[in-house]
């Protein structure tokens, strides 16, 4: 019942992604409301499942509109793995803590994204894509994220979404 | 059994053969022949119709918003704009002379409805990457559509971008000003080859495209139009790109570079034509 749930959520978030947010994007940045979902996951159940949903939720992306298969998903990923290792150290209920976590799970994947880009020869200032794309991007996903975590945190009241998974099965 | 143990009490071993596995995914992937697979098939099957609405519903939105929006500000400028009718009068001449060359360009750009034996199909956007990084986006019609990879997409105002990849009813559009788009331009008026590529890189998203390696000695200026050669048989020739905003060249370089405004306003595409390089393709 969890994998459904998961998987409906994400098959949900790629169609808003592509559809909404283009209309909602300002100075041409857009939420990324896939992290703050990796990031609730990592907040509310930690890891194996916060690194599953942003292995699978990464691969959508890629698979839908990536230029390659496994750019998105390595990012997302790392990134669910990393932030679930704070699982139960942190206050899951506070807001900030998500919001925090959030910035810098944006700031991690988009160096993750720029370190790649910058091995594939393409020429980029750093500065810039700081200031242009990173930052504002930092802002928007942090400013959606509290709808996004009330409802997963409503999500999370359901008995059944509090079954662990494991690594190795 | 223990091979079950031995990953369960070590995640990170897990997590490090996934990463090398996405690595080499990748690499794979990325040199790809231009068709989808049978994964991103049926993901795209089952995406593509929910897309399609939601894509058309909020642009609808958006739209309506964006007049609304418009019209307010043209009652603001209308005092301003009253005072320059004298001066817009004395420019009438000028602007007669606009239109007819106005008048030609648009039969340039009404490349659909001249030359209909190029038009494969119409087609409505379905989608956008959903990144901040690329200007890929997706289309409703596919190879059951007559549509293959490299066709043209163009609108009445001028060319998108190509097709990259095909499924059975849903292609990806690589737009010209995505920054790994790179097609053959020529410059209408001076009729000076170059390549247009595109500028949307991160940091530098303007939407605009880059005609470099132009020769030296060609007496471009700005607002000259740009339009495809049809070099290379990927793309028809005569498509209408842009027009030059801006004359780049350093000293050291050996060939001058224009940055060109694309005529498509890639922030409100909706509906698309697919064209084809050749009649006998």
């Given at each position: 019942m969890k994998g459904w749930v998961i998987c409906g959520i994400l098959l949900g978030n790629i169609i808003i992604q592509s559809s909404l947010f283009p209309f909602i994007q300002i100075y041409g940045v857009q939420p990324d409301s896939l992290a703050v979902l990796v990031v609730s996951f990592a907040l509310l159940a930690g890891n194996p499942t916060s690194a599953i949903v942003g292995l699978a939720g990464g691969l959508l992306q890629d698979i839908i509109y990536g230029p390659c298969v496994g750019v998105y998903a390595l990012q997302y990923m790392l990134a669910g793995y990393t932030i679930g290792l704070v699982y139960g150290k942190v206050f899951a209920d506070k807001m900030m803590v998500c919001m925090f976590f959030v910035a810098l799970m944006v700031l991690l994947r988009e160096f993750l994204m720029f370190i790649q880009l910058f091995f594939t020869g393409l020429d980029v200032s750093i500065y810039n894509v700081f200031f242009t794309v990173i930052l504002p991007e930092i802002v928007y996903t942090v400013a959606v994220t509290p709808l996004i975590y009330y409802l997963m945190r409503r999500l999370y009241k359901y008995r059944f979404m509090n079954r662990r998974w494991h690594f190795g099965n | 059994m223990s091979l079950i143990r031995f990953f369960r009490n070590r995640p990170l071993v897990i997590i490090v053969i996934l990463s090398v596995l996405l690595i080499v995914a990748a690499v794979f992937t990325s040199q790809n022949d231009g068709s989808i697979n049978a994964v991103e098939g049926i993901v795209g099957e089952i995406i593509s119709p929910v897309q399609k609405i939601l894509y058309s519903a909020t642009s609808y939105v958006y739209n309506s918003i964006s007049d609304i929006k418009e019209r307010r500000e043209l009652r603001t400028n209308y005092q301003n704009l009253k005072e320059r009718v004298a001066y817009l009068e004395k420019e009438l001449l000028r602007m007669n002379e606009l239109e007819k060359q106005n008048q030609r360009l648009r039969r340039l750009l009404d490349f659909a409805t001249e030359r209909e034996e190029f038009v494969v199909t119409g087609a409505r956007v379905t989608g956008k990457d959903p990144g901040n990084w690329f200007d890929i986006f997706t289309i409703d019609k596919g190879e059951n559509h007559g549509i293959a990879v490299n066709m043209a997409v163009v609108t009445e105002q001028g060319l998108v971008g190509r097709i990259i990849e095909v499924g059975s009813n849903w292609s990806k559009v690589q737009s010209?000003?995505?920054?790994?788009s790179s097609i053959s331009g020529i410059i209408e008026r001076t009729r000076d080859n170059g390549v247009v590529k595109g500028n949307n890189l991160f940091g530098f998203e303007d939407g605009t495209c880059s005609m470099i390696y132009l020769p030296l000695d060609s007496e471009i200026v700005e607002g000259d139009k740009v339009i495809t050669s049809g070099l290379g048989g990927i793309l028809p020739k005569g498509i209408y790109i842009g027009e030059v905003k801006e004359i780049t060249r350093s000293k050291r370089d050996l060939y001058k570079t224009v940055i060109v405004e694309p005529a498509v306003d890639f922030r409100r595409l909706e509906e698309v034509l697919v064209v084809k390089g050749r009649t006998d393709d």
């Open positions: - | 010209i000003i995505d920054a790994r």
